[in-house]
């Protein structure tokens, strides 16, 4: 079954942990120096915030697979979409590894399609983004060459 990823910048991590707990009246399922994550069954969502990476507010959207054949499906979904898709295969983002695809919509959101594959010990680099643009959009801070992991 997929679930709904949320990304969201933070300026201050511990507050924004705390506002959250309470929010979700659970306790994160990840906590990093400069990340924290929690995986919710109600709503199904994978909720992620990180610090220092991007401006406050939503970073990105995505749909994380269960296994590789709701990845696939999700990909060829993506393919699709009629915009351009930038397949990054097997990468290590947000002290994961994973396999992952991204896109944006007509207005600049982007979005990933994801399969966790395990834990990593390092946050890992967000992906080169600026492919998603069309040749005429003008490059802003909330284009996606701007967007983060």
């Known amino acids: 079954m997929k679930r709904l990823h949320v990304h969201v910048g933070v300026t201050d991590l511990a507050a924004s942990i705390r506002f959250y707990t309470g929010l979700f009246a659970a306790e994160p399922t990840v906590v990093k120096p400069d990340y924290a994550k929690w995986?919710?069954?109600?709503?199904?969502?994978?909720?992620?915030?990180?610090?220092?990476?991007?401006?406050?507010?939503?970073?990105?959207?995505?749909?994380?697979?269960?296994?590789?054949?709701?990845?696939?499906?999700?990909?060829?979904?993506l393919e699709r979409a009629g915009r351009p898709v930038l397949a990054e295969g097997s990468t290590t983002c947000c002290y994961?590894?994973?396999?992952?695809?991204?896109?944006?919509?007509?207005?600049?959101?982007?979005?990933?399609?994801?399969?966790?594959?395990?834990?990593?010990?390092?946050?890992?680099?967000?992906?080169?983004?600026?492919?998603?643009?069309r040749a005429d959009e003008p490059e802003t801070a909330a284009s996606p060459a701007a967007a983060c992991c």
């Open 96 to 133: 994961a590894r994973s396999e992952k695809s991204w896109i944006s919509d007509p207005d600049g959101v982007v979005w990933e399609a994801f399969h966790t594959l395990g834990e990593a010990t390092r946050y890992g680099t967000p992906p080169a983004l600026a492919s998603l643009r």
């Open 39 to 77: 995986m919710l069954d109600d709503p199904r969502v994978n909720f992620a915030i990180s610090v220092g990476r991007c401006g406050a507010g939503v970073s990105h959207l995505g749909v994380q697979a269960e296994t590789a054949d709701e990845l696939a499906e999700v990909s060829a979904r």
